[in-house]
């Protein structure tokens, strides 16, 4: 129970198999790091951020937490965020959500799990807003599907009204904002349509969530 044989076994398999492959590439790695992506996604343990997309270390800049919220008063998030964006001077930023999402779930059937309410008390605000467009959808599966959408989209306007995003286009810092979300299904990721790379981008991906929200 002590013991952690399984994963070191599994992380020295994996380090041989890739410098077998790529003998300069942990040399190179540890020197620096240059991606071009930085990616907000869920914690849920099935959804791998670089190995979904098929990346190597160095190439994508993480940030994860329950149901992938970006809250403004997250120190955390908007560490990376800032950091990402000023000192790694990532070309695109991707807001990743998952259908399955067991915290949104969560949010929309209102259920007690502890500390974590307060959190998902974010999600249920995304779910309030566009009450009227989901109270439409019967299947609650499908319901839920439509939450993991919207929640993925709303956060990704949240990014774009931080103060760190707002400062580095003022200075003309050039970078775009996406939605994505993961099926547990098959494994694709799917794009929601939304790429922000201004100000002007922003009112608009504004204006169209809040038309959605009143069907």
């Known amino acids: 129970m002590k013991q952690l044989d399984k994963l070191l076994d599994g992380n ?23 991606p071009e992506y930085l990616w907000i996604g869920c914690s849920d343990s099935r959804v791998p951020s670089t190995q979904l997309v098929g990346m190597l270390p160095g190439e ?16 955390n998030c908007l560490a990376v965020l800032q950091y990402a964006v000023d000192v790694l001077r990532v070309r695109h930023i991707i807001v990743c959500g998952h259908y399955g999402c067991g915290g949104v779930k969560a949010a929309m059937n209102n259920t007690k799990l502890g500390l974590i309410d307060n959190w998902l008390r974010h ?5 309030e807003k566009h009450e009227q467009l989901l109270s439409q959808i019967e299947d609650k599966h499908k319901r839920a599907d439509k939450l993991c959408e919207l929640n993925v989209i709303e956060q990704t306007i949240n990014v774009c009204q931080t103060t760190v995003v707002q400062n580095a286009w003022d200075r003309g810092a050039e970078f775009a904002v996406h ?12 794009n929601l349509g939304v790429c922000i790379t201004n100000e002007e981008d922003l009112l608009t991906a504004r204006q169209q969530t809040w038309n959605e929200s009143r069907p």
């Open 12 to 34: 020295k398999s994996w380090a041989d198999s890739l410098q077998a492959e790529h003998p300069e590439f942990f040399s190179s790695l540890s020197k620096q790091q240059n």
């Open 60 to 75: 994508m800049f993480v940030h994860r937490n329950v149901a992938n919220v970006v809250v403004h008063t997250d120190l």
């Open 123 to 127: 999600v249920q605000d995304v779910a």
């Open 179 to 190: 939605s994505l979300i993961y099926s547990l299904h098959d494994g694709l990721l799917r």
